[in-house]
């Protein structure tokens, strides 16, 4: 959805429908009198004029179409919603007691049928929020013809067609009496009209351009991210009916940027873009712009071996070498070796392409033959054991 932004935004729609209408029938008539003096197969540059002029009245007379067809069902939506909602909630009650009774008839036990948890507000932010429903009704449904006598307390009463063209003394009429409702902004102070406020998880309201000035702060300086009031983050996804969406889509791509702690940007001195942590693997980033490779500890170009920026890395590496450990020529991983043979093999398998690391993959008679070999072991310790008491026990004697 987008705001109108032609000349005649305060027309009435029906007053613009037939001014288009009007001047389509005028180029109709133009084109049938029009005597074509140029060779066949040419078009003049009165006649393009004209053909171009006809494409926008056109696409003009379809926006003005579906302007009052989105008005007819958002007036719907408003009028009719809460009965609609109530006759299908005692649709549903009946459907159950009928259910009910016929399984009892039967002698049977009666099922519990769960109801649905209504949506919450967070995942959809127009769910049951009348407010936000009639500020966008008075953002693109031509306010003073459409909802006028729509108030937050209620619907108006007449139930007349709000699609009618209106008089000029009917318009001069409700432009003296009706009084727009007024909300004051957290930030500026000033008056503004209710469909220009949004209000933010604290029950504050902010206007359209200190909410927006709001958000282009957090992204300039990180101690503003992620915008909030009163200690309550403001979801982007909850104001974005009043935010330009030049703004918010700006703000959707900075935010992962923003999210992350340690962050790696490319190394490249004409590029230097986020390298997101979906582009980095083994401490390695692609760059998604120049496809240049950045170490995430060094933040320099990608090089061979451990980076002597890991310190933790290195203080691996002494204990290792103190205590005998190796390591894994393919995964550059240390390596305990408890039992086996120092044979070391990397294997990496297909389906997930995820990487293990086997420790002496023998067979199955090697791996009896070393359990064989330590039971005997074993059994020799005890045999020394028990000759060396009894030989004690002789000498006792």
């Known amino acids: 959805m987008a705001l109108w932004e032609g000349g005649f935004r305060d027309m009435d729609p029906l007053t613009m429908s037939a001014i288009v209408q009007m001047q389509l029938d005028d180029i109709e008539q133009l084109k049938t009198n029009h005597k074509g003096k140029q060779r066949e197969g040419t078009v003049t540059d009165a006649q393009l004029a004209l053909q171009m002029y006809n494409e926008d009245l056109r696409a003009c007379d379809h926006t003005l179409k579906d302007r009052q067809m989105a008005q007819s069902l958002c007036l719907a939506v408003l009028r009719d919603g809460d009965l609609i909602r109530r006759a299908y909630e005692e649709e549903q009650q009946a459907n159950r007691d009928h259910e009910l009774a016929m399984r009892l ?3 049977e036990l009666p099922r519990v049928i769960p109801r649905k948890r209504a949506q919450s507000r967070d995942s959809d932010p127009w769910s049951d929020d009348e407010e936000l429903l009639y500020k966008a009704a008075a953002t693109y449904m031509h306010r003073p013809a459409s909802v006028q006598g729509m108030r937050l307390s209620g619907l108006a009463d007449d139930t007349e067609d709000t699609t009618m063209a209106e008089s000029s003394t009917w318009a001069a009429a409700r432009k003296a009496s009706d009084k727009p409702l007024m909300r004051r902004c957290a930030s500026c102070f000033e008056e503004k009209e209710f469909f220009d406020v ?19 702060l957090s992204m300039k300086d990180e101690s503003l991210y992620p915008p909030k009031c009163h200690g309550q983050v403001i979801p982007v996804s909850r104001v974005s ?11 959707q791509r900075k935010a992962p ?35 240049k490779t950045t170490c995430t500890m060094c933040k320099g170009p990608s090089h061979l071996g451990d980076c002597p920026e890991d310190t933790a890395l290195q ?12 390591r894994c020529f393919s995964c550059k991983r240390f390596v305990e070796l408890r039992y086996g043979c120092n044979h070391i093999r990397y294997v990496a398998s ?9 420790i002496s993959q023998l067979s199955l008679w090697s791996t009896i033959l070393l359990c064989m070999r330590n039971e005997m072991a ?20």
Request: proline share 6%.
């Open 198 to 216: 949004a209000r933010v998880p604290c029950n504050d309201e902010y206007c359209r351009p200190c909410l927006a000035q709001l958000f282009e």
């Open 350 to 358: 297909k389906p997930w392409k995820s990487r293990y690391l086997l």
């Open 378 to 397: 074993y059994m020799w310790l005890r045999h020394l054991g028990r000759a060396s008491l009894d030989e004690s026990g002789c000498r006792n004697h």
């Open 257 to 291: 940027e923003l999210d992350c702690k340690d962050r790696t940007y490319c190394h490249g001195r004409s590029c230097s873009t986020f390298i997101p942590p979906a582009a980095i693997s083994n401490d390695i980033g692609k760059c998604p712009r120049c496809q």
């Open 241 to 251: 009916f009043f935010l330009p969406q030049r703004l918010v889509k700006e703000f």
């Open 315 to 326: 203080k691996l590496a002494e204990t290792a070498d103190q205590k005998q450990w190796q």
């Open 105 to 107: 008839s039967r002698n």
